[in-house]
């Protein structure tokens, strides 16, 4: 016969110690059937479309500063471009409204399953780190947060390498009209072109040049935005 638990803890005078034993038993083991499991497919698809719309929202600006950042500057200090609005400027009406999207399908190709990488690692690990009382201590959240960025550097990194080789061609191509010269005589790149060149001089290795930043920067970024974001123990979202 079943035990009616929530009278149990109304009237425990009326009932025996086994009674009171067995509505105990009975609550933990519901509380475990309800206790939520890890599911891996939404969080890919929510990772990949949240990396997807990311890179078209801030693709241009990103491509903004990787174009100030290689510019070279002349033996007179001289600047191709002044500002960060300049090059927007220069490079609108020098490649059009699509130049402000070079390279951006690598991005769109990769963002995809480094978002989804990231955002499921790091909700696998917090799954299994979770303690056996459903807590998270904000040390095991950090460290679901570095592992995550470990994680997603497999693809960040050659992502990266690519992204900014082919963000530099508009301005590569742009110098050399400044100088004289012609823009058709500099060749064209391309995410494959680039792949397999390194891969040709350099071999796999290749790809992943520069890891060691990548890696700085991805897992510090990781462990501090998932402890920020995800921690019920910080007083956002707002309640209510």
């Not at 497919?41 to 997807?52: D, E, H, S, T, Y």
């Not at 891969?199 to 290749?206: D, N, Q, S, T, Y």
């Not at 992943?208 to 998932?226: C, E, I, N, Q, W």
Request: aromatic share 8%; net charge positive; hydrophobic share 40%.
């Amino acid at each position: 016969m079943g035990v009616n638990k929530a009278y149990v803890w109304q009237h425990p005078s009326r009932w025996s110690r086994q009674q009171v034993v067995a509505a105990v038993v009975q609550d933990n083991t519901a509380m475990g059937d309800q206790q939520p499991k890890f599911k891996l497919l939404p969080k890919i698809l929510n990772g990949g479309i949240a990396g997807i719309v990311g890179v078209t929202c801030v693709f241009p600006l990103d491509l903004v500063k990787t174009r100030l950042q290689n510019q070279q500057i002349g033996p007179n200090g001289e600047r191709m471009y002044n500002s960060m609005l300049d090059c927007f400027r220069k490079t609108y009406r020098q490649e059009g409204y699509f130049g402000m999207y070079r390279g951006s399908g690598v991005n769109i190709l990769l963002i995809t399953p480094e978002k989804a990488i990231k955002l499921t690692a790091n909700d696998f690990f917090r799954h299994h780190l979770t303690t056996k009382e459903g807590k998270l201590p904000i040390q095991r959240e950090m460290m679901a947060g570095g592992l995550a960025g470990m994680c997603q550097i497999v693809v960040t990194t050659p992502m990266e390498l690519l992204k900014i080789q082919l963000q530099d061609a508009g301005r590569v191509a742009a110098q050399a009209v400044a100088t004289g010269g012609n823009a058709a005589t500099v060749p064209k790149i391309s995410a494959t072109s680039i792949t397999l060149r390194l891969l040709r001089e350099k071999g796999i290795i290749g790809l992943y040049k520069g890891t060691a930043a990548t890696m700085l920067r991805d897992v510090s970024f990781s462990v501090v935005y998932f402890s920020a974001v995800c921690s019920p123990q910080l007083p956002w979202p707002p309640q209510g």
